[in-house]
Nanobody, 124 residues
Framework: QVQLTESGGGLVQAGDSLRLSCTVSGRTSNYYAMAWFRQAPGKDREFVGGINWNGDTTSYTDSVQGRFIISRDDANNMLYLQMNSLKPGATAVFYC?????????????????WGQGTQVTVSA
C-alpha cells in the first residue's frame, strides 16, 4: 500500500504562488499515476491535475490550466503542484492521490491511495 503525505499548504494572498509537495512511500512498482484533488468547504472533491507514470503527460482541470504545474520526482519519491496566480476564494484542502495504472483519471474513485490533505487558504 502506497502512503502519501502532503505538505506546503498555508495562507497566501490572491495572486501569490505556492508549491505543494507529496511524499510517496511504500510503493512497489514504478507504474502508477498520480494526481492532485481539492475540496473546498461544502463542495465535493474535484480533480485539479494528474500526471502519468513516467511524467511525460499531464492534464488539468480547465480552471487551473496555464497557472498550475504538476510534476513528479520518482528518484526522491515526490509529487509536486506548483500553483501560480492563486485566485481569491480558492481556499480548499488539497490531496494527492495515486493509482496503480500508467494514466491518471479525473474520477476520484479510480484512486487507490490518498494523503491526509493540506490546507490552502487564499485571501483577497
Amino acid at each position: 500500500q502506497v502512503q502519501l503525505t502532503e505538505s506546503g499548504g498555508g495562507l497566501v494572498q490572491a495572486g501569490d504562488s505556492l508549491r505543494l509537495s507529496c511524499t510517496v512511500s511504500g510503493r512497489t512498482s514504478n507504474y502508477y499515476a498520480m494526481a492532485w484533488f481539492r475540496q473546498a468547504p461544502g463542495k465535493d472533491r474535484e480533480f485539479v491535475g494528474g500526471i502519468n507514470w513516467n511524467g511525460d503527460t499531464t492534464s488539468y482541470t480547465d480552471s487551473v490550466q496555464g497557472r498550475f504545474i504538476i510534476s513528479r520526482d520518482d528518484a526522491n519519491n515526490m509529487l509536486y503542484l506548483q500553483m501560480n496566480s492563486l485566485k481569491p476564494g480558492a481556499t480548499a484542502v488539497f490531496y494527492c492521490a495515486s493509482r496503480s495504472s500508467t494514466s491518471p483519471y479525473r474520477d476520484a474513485n479510480r484512486y487507490d491511495s490518498w494523503g491526509q490533505g493540506t490546507q490552502v487558504t487564499v485571501s483577497a
